[in-house]
Antibody, heavy 118, light 111 residues
């Protein structure tokens, strides 16, 4: 059974960089796309971006200038960095595995609340 | 202002049937991209409920079903139970945005 466990700093000041890491356990996950999604009360669920094991990335155009998603295949970890954060980036961030056979999100991490406040 | 449009809330009595709509456009649902549904119980991460318009992952009861037609999709839940009280989200791919898009979510209340 595939499980995702994520961690990272939960409180940031404006202009700092958000950094989260997700570890993937169990199952055959080689074909999946490793993704990040965030959820805010105001904007709901928002796809941030994804990476595959070939290290090909796709990013939400609205965040692309500030986002980097990377993968460490030796550890089955992948990471999110979001630079120059503002209060608008306050959200619950989820690491997620997107299916290799369809554009749907099969497995979700537990979520990390990230608050940006001065 | 989500790309996919869902009703904010629906409610129905236990044992009854409820449907939740999801309306997209010609750049996502209408372009032929599949619609997927997620259930989010309070305080938890979303969970895949329906994929590929009408397929249930292992473990999802057959009380849940999905359909798609044109630029819209629907999630139907029959034999409502108290445990079905949750937020439900639809999701698809948008070719104009080159990424995944979600509906704003529908809160289901079991009366």
């Amino acid at each position: 059974q595939v499980q995702l466990h994520q961690w990272g700093a939960g409180l940031l000041k404006p202009s700092e960089t958000l950094s989260l890491t997700c570890a993937v356990y169990g199952g055959s996950i080689g074909g999946y796309y490793w993704s990040w999604i965030r959820q805010t009360p105001g904007k709901g669920l928002e796809w941030i971006g994804e990476i595959n094991l070939g290290k090909n990335t796709n990013y939400n155009a609205s965040l692309k200038s500030r986002v980097t998603i990377s993968v460490d295949t030796s550890k089955n970890h992948f990471s999110l960095r979001l630079g120059s954060v503002t209060a608008a980036d306050t959200a619950v961030y989820y690491c997620v595995l997107r299916s290799p056979t369809g554009y749907y999100f099969a497995y979700w991490g537990q979520g990390t609340l990230v608050t940006v406040s001065s | 202002q989500s790309v996919l449009t869902q009703p904010p809330s629906v409610s129905e009595a236990p044992g009854q049937r409820v449907t939740i709509s999801c309306t997209g456009s010609s750049s996502n649902v209408g372009a032929g991209y599949d619609v997927h549904w997620y259930q989010q119980l309070p305080g938890t991460a979303p969970k895949l409920l329906i994929y590929g318009n009408n397929n249930r992952p292992s473990g999802v009861p057959d009380r849940f079903s999905g359909s798609k037609s044109g630029t819209s999709a629907s999630l139907a839940i029959t034999g409502l139970q108290a445990e079905d009280e949750a937020d439900y989200y639809c999701q698809s791919y948008d070719t104009s945005l080159s990424g995944s898009v979600f509906g704003g979510g529908t809160k289901l209340t079991v009366l």
